[in-house]
């Protein structure tokens, strides 16, 4: 024997055919968006950063490349997934409460480091070749490094900024102690890294 509370649930009205989710099953997905974008924003991203930033001298490889850039490369494409999975639940939650999508400063944000993370991996798509030791950078790799570098910047403190809203809502609004503490947990293991 199972509840609804338990397993989950729809609601089916007989006569229209429709089917609405139930309260549980909303507050799952605006839970998983505060982990994903709580994970991605506060630990993965900013890690990746942080390597390419500080650990370019480190020997050894990974994934088969230098280290900086190979860890890079991996965390920043997970990272990528786990933020446009919480972008998917956020959305996903809206339209099962019939809210409106964008209506505040947490959701623009959210918007705009959404669209700055799914932009790094194509700008990284057509980087210019490194510069070989010794020569100078070319013009086109030094915009690109600019362009790169400053939009993973800015989506990284907006995205950390923004999961401190995520987390202040959590308590606030959604009064969910679970969620609080893991998105808290999760921000404040990313602030210590950084610092």
């Known amino acids: 024997q199972h509840s609804g509370a338990t397993r989950g649930a729809k609601n089916v009205n007989l006569k229209t055919g429709k089917a609405s989710v139930t309260e549980t099953s909303v507050k799952a997905t605006m839970f998983l968006h505060g982990v994903c974008m ?3 924003w506060s630990v993965l991203l900013p890690s990746g950063v942080l390597v390419a930033h500080f650990e370019r001298q480190k020997e050894g490889t990974f994934n088969g490349v230098k280290y900086w850039f190979g860890y890079h490369r991996t965390v920043q494409y997970i990272g990528w ?7 998917v639940f956020v959305v996903v939650y809206v ?5 409106v999508h964008f209506g505040g400063l947490h959701t623009y944000i959210g918007l705009a480091v959404t669209i700055l993370g799914t932009l ?12 070989e030791e010794g020569k100078a950078k070319s013009s086109k790799r030094q ?6 570098k400053g939009s993973g910047y800015i989506a990284c403190i907006l995205g950390m900024l923004n999961v401190l809203i995520g987390v202040y809502f959590a308590h606030t609004l ?4 679970a969620l609080t503490g893991l998105a808290g947990g999760l921000l404040g293991v990313g602030l210590v890294c950084c610092l």
């Open 120 to 131: 790094q991996p194509l700008n990284a798509y057509f980087r210019p070749h490194a510069t």
């Open 174 to 177: 959604f009064k969910n102690g």
């Open 38 to 40: 709580a994970l991605a």
């Open 143 to 148: 915009y690109w490094e600019w362009l790169h």
């Open 81 to 87: 997934f786990v933020q446009l999975l919480g972008f």
């Open 95 to 99: 339209s099962a409460k019939g809210g």
